[in-house]
């Protein structure tokens, strides 16, 4: 297991990531809508594991729905 105090690192120094454009960049600063969010949401696989919240999914989608 991984203790608090572990002096591992991750090596990515030979990763190639791409950058952004500028336009790309700008564009994470754009609000986005709650219909957005909702057909996001509606479009994920309710099967997967739960997120810190405890909550899969599925159940945000059937929350989503009342």
């Known amino acids: 297991m ?5 002096d591992w690192k991750a ?3 030979r990763l190639q990531l791409d ?3 500028r336009q790309e960049a700008e ?6 809508y709650e219909v ?8 994920m696989n309710g099967n997967k594991a739960p ?3 405890g909550f ?3 159940f ?3 929350v989503g729905t009342l």
């Open 36 to 43: 957005e969010v909702h057909f996001a949401l509606m479009d």
């Open 56 to 58: 899969t999914v599925a």
């Open 2 to 6: 991984l203790s608090e105090n572990s």
């Open 11 to 13: 090596n990515i120094g």
């Open 19 to 21: 950058q952004l454009s």
């Open 51 to 53: 997120g810190p919240d």
């Open 60 to 62: 945000g989608k059937t």
């Open 27 to 32: 564009n994470l600063e754009i609000p986005f």
